[in-house]
């Protein structure tokens, strides 16, 4: 029984969300094989080489690559699946997109989200917005997983040493075309990987206030900038600061929720993070019931007065 690991990458470096995967990879049984499919991602291949548990990293170097256009990408999967038991993804916007086309190109079931593995064959995930857990069993002679990195700790990125093999790499697909990109540029950590997370909410009132009193805290603190679903439809944030089951899943050291009640869609995307303190001045907020620490007062009170403390 032999895993796969598909890599996300940037063709020079991997991304941390693999090794996530890499460690329930491990948990499945058997060796460990990761994919690196670029273009002049020689670097990256190396870099995955490194990391620890891993037996053999395969890696395809072709134009169509560059931009991880899901149609190539999961044409090289579907290549050489035959040898694989497991087919695992990051549960990121890259690995949804690209799993499902192996799936069905494999015509197996997809399990998704995956926070547990229990057996070669059996897995945990959660459902109803993280409320309750499945137990799925699969009988597909190849399972096609992707995992929810908060459910994993993240695999050594250094003490490894695979082998690199340079596959024959497929066409690339007539049917779609990378046009371009419009990257956002930020300074502060990214979402998925910080360490430190400082969430707004709709009781923010305003794009401006968001920013005068969410800022501050975050820069003293290193920390990215999140916010609650509500806080996002509003305008008070751009979309990609959602934190929650429709935007991003964290799991940070530090978890700050100001002004935010604690809807069952904002939980499920946070309450993995190992400290969570909540600043609220309704003392029923649901938050609360998954804080370590909760301050029941007025945010635009206690926020400025903790970065004046720190």
């Given at each position: 029984m032999t895993v796969l690991v598909i890599a996300e990458h940037d063709?020079?470096?991997?991304?941390?969300?693999?090794?996530?995967?890499?460690?329930?990879?491990?948990?499945?049984?058997?060796?460990?094989?990761?994919?690196?499919?670029?273009?002049?991602?020689?670097?990256?291949?190396?870099?995955?080489?490194?990391?620890?548990?891993?037996?053999?990293?395969?890696?395809?170097d072709a134009d169509g690559f560059a931009?991880?256009?899901?149609e190539n990408v999961a044409a090289q999967v579907v290549a050489v699946a035959a040898s694989y038991s497991h087919i695992?993804?990051?549960?990121?916007?890259?690995?949804?997109?690209?799993?499902?086309?192996?799936?069905?190109?494999?015509?197996?079931?997809q399990i998704s989200d995956i926070t547990k593995v229990d057996s070669a064959d059996t897995f945990e995930r959660p459902i109803y917005a993280g409320n309750a857990i499945a137990t799925v069993q699969s009988q597909d002679a190849t399972k096609v997983l992707t995992v929810r990195t908060t459910g994993f700790d993240p695999a050594a990125a250094t003490g490894g040493s695979a082998a690199v093999e340079v596959l024959t790499s497929v066409g690339a697909s007539a049917q779609a075309t990378f046009v371009g990109s419009e990257i956002a540029k930020n300074d502060r950590p990214e979402l998925t990987a910080a360490k430190i997370i400082v969430s707004g909410g709709?009781?923010?009132?305003?794009?401006?206030?968001?920013?005068?009193?969410?800022?501050?805290?975050?820069?003293?603190?290193?920390?990215?900038?999140?916010?609650?679903?509500?806080?996002?439809?509003?305008?008070?944030?751009?979309?990609?600061?959602?934190?929650?089951?429709?935007?991003?899943?964290?799991?940070?050291?530090?978890y700050i929720a100001a002004g935010i009640s604690g809807a069952i869609q904002h939980l499920a995307g946070m309450k993995d993070s190992k400290v969570i303190v909540a600043i609220n001045k309704d003392p029923e907020a649901p938050i609360f019931s998954v804080a370590d620490?909760?301050?029941?007062?007025?945010?635009?009170?206690?926020?400025?007065?903790?970065?004046?403390a720190l």
């Open positions: 063709n020079a470096s991997i991304k941390g969300a693999t090794l996530n995967t890499i460690t329930a990879a491990l948990k499945c049984g058997g060796d460990v094989h990761v994919l690196v499919a670029g273009s002049n991602a020689g670097a990256a291949a190396a870099a995955a080489a490194q990391i620890a548990g891993v037996a053999k990293v395969l890696h395809a931009h991880g256009l899901a695992l993804f990051a549960a990121t916007a890259s690995g949804k997109n690209v799993a499902p086309r192996v799936a069905a190109k494999l015509d197996v079931g709709r009781a923010l009132g305003s794009s401006e206030k968001f920013m005068d009193v969410m800022t501050p805290l975050a820069d003293k603190l290193g920390a990215a900038l999140g916010a609650s679903r509500a806080a996002v439809d509003a305008g008070y944030a751009p979309n990609d600061w959602q934190v929650g089951q429709t935007g991003k899943i964290v799991a940070p050291q530090l620490y909760g301050l029941e007062a007025d945010l635009f009170v206690a926020v400025p007065e903790l970065v004046a």
